[in-house]
């Protein structure tokens, strides 16, 4: 395996994808201690990498700046700062065409990525990593980092910040964090189950938070700090809960990464694919509540469904028993040092 100078990370979004591809830039480091990594990252995803020793240097790609009349004028310069990198090796994670077209334009000496790549992105690439849609997207992106020599059986991590604490929030006393809002709008809860979570946790405190604003006069138990939040004062707050109910979404990925105390809501999608690489964090699917290791490969998943006010007494139950086990000290608070 040749020893690479300059290594270009090619992972622009989203969020859960970013988190996904953290575990395999740690491994390309570790098999590349010398190189210089660039990510090259869309500036909303940005501060995920804020403290992160893997990487040297961030590329911002400012791509909602690249329409419209004014175009030209940030779309030229951008081009010609993505020309000067000249890496030794490109890895694109993406597996996009305009990912691809990114590691042409920066000169790659090398450029390598997945065999399941689309919109022809594959023609770019010297090598190719063979994986498989039905794996997780952290399996996937692994093989990209042994392509280069990381080591299979090394232990991951997901270097993720401390984050950004809260102006005037408290975080003691200890909370659920609630996060409802997820870009599918299939995969949301409605404010009614927001309440009803609400109500049934009272008298402890929810913190409900995500990108959405939250219509619904909320419970003296709940905090809404919904829209309120950057992204790494979420990431402070996942951190700082005792424990998080979250739906199909970026932040549940980043609470997966940083600890086990995690319900992840699951409507229509397959967790083994989509889901928290995390074999403790539990899973709501089609009414039923399991643990991520108790997921079969060759399972056959029934059809999913929506999340109804039925359901929350059972996610109410699972949550309250683990937080008296947290509390008695027979489950760890805090996150796996092994995910940080």
């Not at 270009?8 to 570790?30: M, N, Y």
């Amino acid at each position: 395996m040749p020893a690479f100078r300059s290594i270009l990370v090619l992972k622009p979004s989203s969020l859960g994808d970013i988190v996904h591809t953290l575990p395999a830039v740690a491994a390309v480091r570790a098999a590349h201690p010398r190189a210089t990594i660039t990510w090259v990252i869309n500036p909303e995803w940005a501060p995920l990498l804020r403290g992160n020793r893997d990487v040297d240097h961030v590329h911002i790609f400012p791509r909602s700046e690249f329409r419209g009349i004014g175009a030209p004028g940030t779309l030229f310069p951008w081009l010609m700062k993505t020309r000067c990198l000249q890496p030794d090796l490109a890895l694109d994670f993406q597996g996009l065409l305009r990912s691809a077209m990114i590691g042409r334009i920066a000169r790659a000496r090398e450029f390598y990525g997945l065999s399941d790549a689309r919109e022809g992105s594959r023609f770019f690439y010297q090598k190719t990593a063979r994986v498989s849609r039905r794996e997780h997207a952290v399996e996937r992106y692994l093989k990209l980092a042994q392509l280069v020599g990381a080591d299979p059986a090394a232990p991951l991590r997901f270097p993720l910040p401390t984050g950004d604490a809260l102006p005037r929030f408290d975080e003691y006393p200890p909370f659920i964090l609630l996060h409802p809002f997820s870009r599918g709008r299939s995969k949301s809860l409605t404010d009614r189950l927001v309440g009803e979570f609400c109500r049934a946790f009272a008298p402890v405190r929810v913190v409900v938070a995500g990108k959405e604003k939250l219509r619904l006069k909320v419970p003296d138990n709940c905090v809404d700090l919904s829209v309120q939040t950057s992204l790494l004062q979420l990431v402070r707050l996942i951190r700082a809960a005792r424990f998080t109910i979250s739906v199909d979404s970026g932040p549940m990925h980043i609470a997966a990464a940083v600890t086990d105390n995690l319900v992840s809501i699951h409507t229509w999608t397959d967790p083994r694919r989509v889901g928290p690489y995390n074999r403790e964090a539990w899973i709501w699917r089609n009414g039923e509540l399991r643990q991520m290791l108790d997921f079969a490969p060759e399972e056959k998943l029934p059809k999913g469904r929506a999340f109804r006010r039925a359901d929350v007494g059972a996610v109410v139950n699972l949550v309250s028993d683990r937080w008296d086990h947290v509390r008695a000290g027979q489950i760890p608070p805090g996150p796996d040092p092994l995910r940080t």
